[in-house]
DNA sequence: CCTACAGTCTACAGCGACTGTAGGGGCAAG
DNA sequence: CTTGCCCCTACAGTCGCTGTAGACTGTAGG
């Protein structure tokens, strides 16, 4: 199987065939060749450039960051920190927003563990969305993305 | 001050300007009182619905969940287990974010911490990247908002 | 050969929850 | 009167895709 079709390589790289089309609207995964009928074909070093960039994004590496990364990788001999640092900036993102959704859990843990029950009027759940004080996520930064 | 300007409220209810704008459009907030020249004129009542959304959203929320929540309050009388089943979901949808960026965690400072510098040839991040098998995150399953 | 059906093509709209921009009008102080 | 801030509408952009519409292609069976 010298050249496939997006379809075959779909399969092969584990990303859905529009998925595919839209990395290469934006630049990066680069025009494949065409058949006669304008069919896309892509030969193996495709595959290779997909399942980087899967792997990156099942990181939860930005596109902005990936599409850097694939830079990097393209200048052999270029530096490791400057993978490092790209590493690194998605680390502390992670880890700000791990420690966001722990603050969010054990406030949304207790505000349901001290709901008994009964109509809406008496609901502890209601009584912690409605006062204004009393709440632990009043952090004003808004838990975002990823 | 028995009215005020969408600026004024916005200052009370820590809800940016266009944001209250955007909830007015997607009929979260209801139209308010208009004065003479054209601009919006609000009640405390509005901060009060603000603050809901506000902290509703604090909590994580999505819009759905909001809005529904909010249907809620203004049913008085109605169960409070459906408030409930609310933010359980939402605790649900929490936890598994959090189990998935705590693998993505562990993930990046394994990839970090064993890349001990040099050209990126030999990086193992690069490495980790490009390499098949050897993937933790491997889950297919994307991690993806909040 | 014909038909069915799966796969492919382009182009564009939509998602969530806003944010930003352009281009204007209003209002109070100096 | 002018400065400067606030307000208005309407629409485009963000991110990372996903879905839709309508047309064409490639393949397998009859």
Redesign the pocket.
């Given at each position: 199987m010298r050249q496939m079709?997006?379809?075959?390589l779909?399969k092969a790289g584990g990303v859905?065939?529009?998925?595919i089309?839209?990395y290469e609207s934006i630049g990066l995964m680069g025009e494949p060749d065409r058949?006669?009928?304008?069919?896309?074909l892509y030969g193996d070093d495709a595959v290779h450039r997909l399942s980087f960039i899967r792997h990156a994004?099942d990181l939860g590496f930005?596109?902005?960051a990936v599409r850097e990364l694939m830079k990097l990788q393209t200048e052999p001999g270029s530096d490791c920190s400057a993978v490092d640092v790209i590493a690194r900036e998605h680390l502390n993102d992670v880890r700000k927003r791990l420690s966001q959704l722990e603050a969010l859990e054990s406030e949304l843990k207790r505000m349901i563990s001290s709901c008994e029950g009964g109509e809406v009027g008496e609901c502890r759940v209601m009584a912690a969305l409605n006062d204004h004080s009393d709440c632990i996520a009043e952090t004003h930064e808004?838990v975002t993305a990823l």
């Open positions: 079709t997006i379809g075959q779909s859905k065939v529009t998925t089309r839209y058949s006669e009928s304008g069919q896309r994004r930005p596109m902005n808004r």
